[in-house]
């Protein structure tokens, strides 16, 4: 167990390394920048109450991705939530091109949104992917497949060209 020192260090460190990361995960899923945020800061309220201890940094990266996916689907799931009109993001500060990629992944079902969130933003692997969304590492790849074919016709782009987000 931490005392009280080692754990507000441990949760400072993650919050440094790791907060802009869960935000634009709960982003992908809520897609509203101060409900993302909302959902961070709940997840390192249960930080600091359930003091989990890891194995490792990336046991502990994967805890905050795990729950902070939980949470945003707590929030959709809210009653308040869903009977709300969304204020829509503004997004002008991006390049238009990435503002077009930003919105045509934001528009993508969540089974697609979310893996190519993780895969091509964060940078994990597809079989990191299904660890952390409790998936088969084939249905991810299928989801990132899929997903990709339907922002390459949403967004265009030549015959043999790659999507790069």
Same mark, same amino acid.
């Given at each position: 167990?931490? %005392?009280?020192?080692?754990?507000?260090?441990?949760? +400072?460190?993650?919050? %440094?390394?790791?907060s802009? /990361?869960? !935000?634009? !995960?709960? #982003?992908?899923?809520?897609? &509203?920048i101060? %409900?993302? =945020? @909302?959902?961070?800061?709940?997840? #390192? $309220?249960?930080?600091?109450?359930? +003091?989990?201890? #890891?194995?490792?940094?990336?046991? =502990?990266?994967?805890?905050? !991705?795990?729950?902070?996916?939980?949470? /945003? *689907?707590?929030? $959709?799931?809210?009653?308040? #939530?869903?009977? +709300?009109?969304?204020?829509?993001?503004? $997004?002008s500060?991006?390049?238009? @091109? @990435? &503002?077009d990629v930003?919105?045509?992944?934001?528009?993508l079902? *969540? *089974?697609?949104?979310?893996p190519?969130?993780?895969?091509?933003?964060?940078?994990?692997?597809i079989?990191?992917?299904? =660890? !952390?969304?409790?998936?088969?590492?084939?249905?991810?790849?299928?989801?990132?497949? +899929?997903?990709?074919?339907?922002?390459?016709?949403?967004?265009?782009? $030549?015959?043999?060209?790659?999507?790069?987000?």
């Amino acid at each position: 167990m931490y %005392d009280s020192y080692e754990l507000n260090e441990s949760v +400072r460190q993650a919050l %440094d390394l790791y907060s802009q /990361s869960m !935000i634009k !995960i709960a #982003f992908a899923y809520l897609k &509203n920048i101060a %409900d993302a =945020e @909302e959902v961070t800061q709940e997840v #390192f $309220l249960t930080y600091l109450q359930k +003091r989990p201890e #890891f194995a490792s940094s990336e046991h =502990e990266k994967a805890w905050l !991705i795990r729950t902070t996916i939980n949470k /945003s *689907k707590n929030m $959709l799931k809210a009653g308040w #939530f869903r009977n +709300r009109n969304p204020v829509p993001e503004d $997004l002008s500060y991006l390049p238009k @091109e @990435e &503002n077009d990629v930003l919105m045509a992944v934001l528009a993508l079902d *969540k *089974k697609y949104r979310i893996p190519i969130h993780l895969h091509y933003y964060e940078g994990y692997s597809i079989q990191e992917i299904a =660890e !952390i969304m409790q998936a088969k590492p084939a249905t991810v790849g299928t989801w990132l497949a +899929r997903g990709r074919l339907i922002l390459k016709e949403k967004i265009g782009g $030549l015959e043999r060209e790659e999507i790069c987000l």
